[in-house]
């Protein structure tokens, strides 16, 4: 392959603070990734529905990234009507980087549970999986999804540039212990998450009320 893979991460970003943020710097430089994509979900279908409308998590991710030229905001799913399904999220960035490696990221105890997803055997025709490991992380894996494993698992980063997808790579990030939920709580406990995620968020956080009680 000619061209450097991007990195794809998901999630309801309800916020987005400094540990999504740092994790994607962390993966852009030890995969030698071009760029990641933070793609925030509409309608996730295995999780409960975002508080923040999607006009302010797209907002704050964009003013996240700002001054980040590797971090870009993919607005896509937000767009399409009905559940965010990660088949077509891959399809539709496939028919658009035909010739681009894609590395979907996500955590090993999202990929236990791989076999629930839709249509979660083409995911490996689109892109190649990166499991995020962290301290403590503990899941019960479904057998197919442990079957995946151990077929695609490959250790060489280079594997990621040199195929377009199918590959599963182990990444462990530097502890960085910040969660969405953790923040979202302090607002609501009238507490202050400053330093957990950027000021001009919190900020604009702060100003709209958004999860107050």
């Known amino acids: 392959m000619n061209q450097s893979p991007i990195g794809i991460l998901g999630g309801t970003f309800d916020p987005i603070h400094n540990g999504h943020l740092r994790l994607a710097m962390e993966l852009a430089s030890e995969l030698r990734l071009a760029q990641v994509r933070l793609i925030p979900n509409g309608r996730p279908p295995h999780r409960d529905q975002p508080i923040a409308t999607p006009g302010q998590r797209s907002k704050w991710i964009r003013v996240a990234t700002a001054s980040e030229p590797r971090l870009r905001l993919d607005d896509r799913e937000l767009m399409r009507k009905g559940h965010s399904y990660t088949i077509d999220t891959l399809a539709s960035l496939r028919a658009e980087l035909p010739d681009t490696p894609l590395c979907l990221i996500m955590g090993r105890d999202v990929f236990a549970h791989l076999p629930s997803w839709q249509a979660w055997k083409q995911l490996f025709d689109y ?64 507490e202050s998450p400053r330093y957990l995620l950027p000021a001009a968020i919190l900020d604009d956080i702060m100003d709209a009320k958004v999860y107050r009680p």
């Open 127 to 190: 892109a190649h999986i990166v499991l995020i490991e962290r301290p403590g992380m503990s899941a019960d894996y479904a057998p197919e999804a442990t079957q995946a494993l151990e077929k695609r698992r490959i250790d060489d980063v280079q594997a990621l540039h040199d195929s377009l997808g199918g590959h599963i790579y182990n990444y462990a990030p530097p502890p960085l212990a910040i969660s969405a939920s953790r923040i979202r709580e302090l607002l609501a406990a009238d």
